[in-house]
């Protein structure tokens, strides 16, 4: 897969590294050649030695990689350690036992900091609240839980005791729940009685109980039920018990138990091209090692600091960089339970000037919704702690970089566009602070230790400046996944099939500037082909938001007799704008695509709506787009998305 077409859209700005993160960085330029040579020279060396200086090991491991099951890798053969007391119990003996580890914030307003010491009571307890629910190493435990502490404090004692943990998005359906307790085999179901989100109850005890009908095929054998909305439910004796009951039973001492480095640590599902999700797994030792390293060095992590990545748990972001990263670094962690605009579209920033935050963590896709509300919420506070941003999800355009960079970070914030996946277990491509100028829409280059190359469709490399393929990576990484949860052949044929497995196939395609920055264009099966000419669905959208009027937009492929496919664009507007006549703008959008890559990528048809259909994580469900563009009946599951209202809104949206 290739393209020859020169897109203009090939950015110019670049803002040069700040001289306090020059000097200050955790990673300096220096430090960053020096760790890319070795890892191209001594790989086994580079990635030992980073085991050895950053890990608590209980036994030292003999060997760095094992390869002679390629592509089913392992790490730190003979190495064991415990993911927990990595987390926690090393940071207890100076002076960040009492440093708070987590301060929460409900959507309500109300404030809870929980130290490291605290924590450690708090996840010790609970660790041994879970053995005496009969709960053993290798077992798997769900966890669909809101956006508060004890979700957290669930993971950790799950990798206490060697328990596998599998958690379960809050937002998603009884029914995605159902699938993947029965996918895992999951003993012990841990929810709430409710979660808070845009000021309305969530029912999540009663989506449980939904999916642990009689009738229906799981092992779930207990659920513990915590109180946070104070929702009467049901609940099942002998199966049934309350948080505070379980933990009422047992004490604090609960050593952290030695697990082997290739030992599986959780079970994340992510989707399928099928529309299946995949349960991929990653191992303790590997998978902490990368998580800890890239927070550190992307995120220029430090004691002072308090840190805040919007996602939810339920995703490989709060995994990586809401859970284990951050603490595996002895970090301030900050969370938030509700919705990014309630009760106002100032509640980011009001959160930010409270709490004196000093890093951000967030989606594209909550930037330009914050762009469509106008400047001045962000203007109304003190958004002077920021000294960095980050942004993770998808490819940011531009525009509402620019927005970020200059209505957020006040233009002296470095923005940290990570590109990584579920799969990858941490990031890959992004700019470091104290290393990488930035260049608006790229997420710069390879992390120290990341081979990553573009290729076609043979699987040769393509070394052309801004000629664009497949995104691969060609040599194995710590944080790697293992594989997907009892089906290995999946694994092989998802990701390394396609070239013999000598490469890690993102799914992405890429493109590569002439001093080697890489810009995703989007997903593969989301490229289009327009006259036998392959576009990114990220380039043209890009174009699209580039004008002053729009803050989204979203391209998918229809059919067309003579280009075999034409594109249709959804367009949401910002609120100023709404009024502007339809015509018009449908015109000058066009125009602007034709002059900023070329009539080639001129859509076809251009609609108008209020907002796009998102997952709850803020990702644009665009095969949803593509069966509305195409007027198909919709049968994709709904079950992540966001609003409801949206899909209703797209069935009458103006062109």
Not at 183 to 202: E, P, Y
Not at 611 to 630: D, E, N, V
């Amino acid at each position: 897969m290739s393209t020859s077409i020169d897109s203009a859209l090939s950015e110019t700005r670049s803002f040069p590294v700040p001289a306090h993160f020059a000097s200050q960085a955790n990673m300096d330029a220096e430090t960053f050649a020096r760790l890319n040579r070795q890892a191209t020279e001594d790989p086994d060396g580079f990635w030992g030695d980073l085991a050895r200086q950053h890990l608590d090991w209980d036994v030292p491991f003999q060997r760095v990689l094992e390869v002679d099951q390629a592509p089913f890798y392992r790490w730190f053969g003979g190495g064991q350690l415990n993911v927990a007391y990595n987390c926690v119990d090393r940071h207890l003996r100076g002076a960040t036992r009492h440093k708070a580890a987590l301060i929460w914030e409900g959507e309500d307003g109300s404030v809870r900091t929980v130290t490291y010491a605290q924590l450690h009571r708090e996840m010790s307890l609970f660790a041994n609240a879970l053995k005496h629910q009969g709960v053993q190493k290798g077992d798997r435990v769900a966890i669909y839980m809101p956006m508060v502490p004890e979700a957290i404090i669930a993971m950790l004692a799950c990798a206490r005791i060697g328990a596998i943990h599998t958690v379960v998005f809050g937002g998603f359906s009884a029914e995605a729940l159902k699938d993947r307790l029965e996918d895992t085999d999951a003993k012990v179901l841990i929810t709430a009685d409710g979660a808070w989100r845009a000021g309305k109850m969530v029912p999540l005890k009663r989506h449980a109980d939904q999916a642990l009908l009689r009738e229906h095929e799981h092992s779930v054998r207990h659920v513990i039920v915590l109180r946070r909305t104070g929702a009467d439910i049901d609940m099942q004796e002998g199966r049934d018990i309350w948080w505070e009951d379980a933990v009422a039973d047992v004490n604090a001492d609960c050593p952290a138990l030695s697990m082997q480095a290739e030992d599986t640590l959780f079970i994340l599902y992510t989707s399928g091209s099928t529309g299946k999700p995949k349960g991929v797994f990653h191992s303790s030792a590997g998978y902490l090692l990368w998580t800890m390293l890239t927070t550190r060095w992307v995120f220029d992590i430090k004691p002072e600091d308090v840190y805040w990545c919007t996602a939810d748990i339920g995703w490989i972001t709060g995994h990586s960089y809401v859970v284990y990263g951050p603490l595996a670094n002895g970090a301030t962690v900050f969370l938030y339970e509700g919705a990014p605009m309630h009760p106002q579209p100032d509640r980011f920033w009001k959160m930010i000037a409270r709490h004196g935050i000093s890093i951000l963590y967030t989606a594209p896709t909550a930037v330009r919704a914050f762009m469509k509300m106008g400047d001045e919420w962000p203007q109304r506070h003190d958004l002077s702690s920021l000294r960095l941003l980050g942004s993770v999800g998808e490819p940011m355009n531009p525009e509402a970089w620019m927005w970020y960079y200059k209505q957020i970070g006040g233009g002296r914030c470095p923005v940290a566009d990570t590109w990584w996946q579920t799969e990858t277990g941490g990031h890959m491509i992004a700019p470091l602070p104290g290393v990488t100028a930035n260049r608006p829409g790229s997420c710069a280059l390879p992390l120290p230790g990341i081979s990553a190359r573009i290729v076609n469709d043979q699987g040769a490399p393509i070394t052309a400046p801004n000629a664009g393929g497949y995104l691969v990576i060609d040599r194995p990484w710590p944080g790697m996944l293992r594989g997907v949860w009892g089906n290995p052949e999946r694994y092989v044929e998802s990701y390394w099939a396609r070239f013999d497995n000598r490469y890690y196939i993102a799914g992405d395609s890429a493109r590569r500037d002439a001093d080697g920055y890489f810009w995703v264009m989007g997903r593969i099966d989301d490229v289009l082909n327009v006259s036998g000419h392959r576009l990114g669905t990220a380039e043209v959208e890009s174009a699209l938001v580039a004008h002053p009027a729009v803050s989204e937009a979203a391209i998918v492929g229809i059919p067309h007799e003579i280009k075999g496919e034409a594109i249709c664009a959804f367009v949401v507007l910002k609120h100023q704008h709404q009024g502007d006549d339809r015509d018009e703008l449908g015109a000058a959008l066009r125009a602007q695509v034709t002059e900023l890559i070329g009539a080639i990528a001129r859509p076809d048809d251009i609609r108008f709506t209020d907002a796009l259909p998102k997952t709850r994580s803020g990702k644009i469900m665009r095969r949803l787009l593509r069966s509305i563009a195409r007027g198909e009946e919709v049968t994709q599951d709904m079950s992540t998305l966001e609003d409801e209202g949206t899909l209703q809104n797209l069935g009458t949206v103006k062109r």
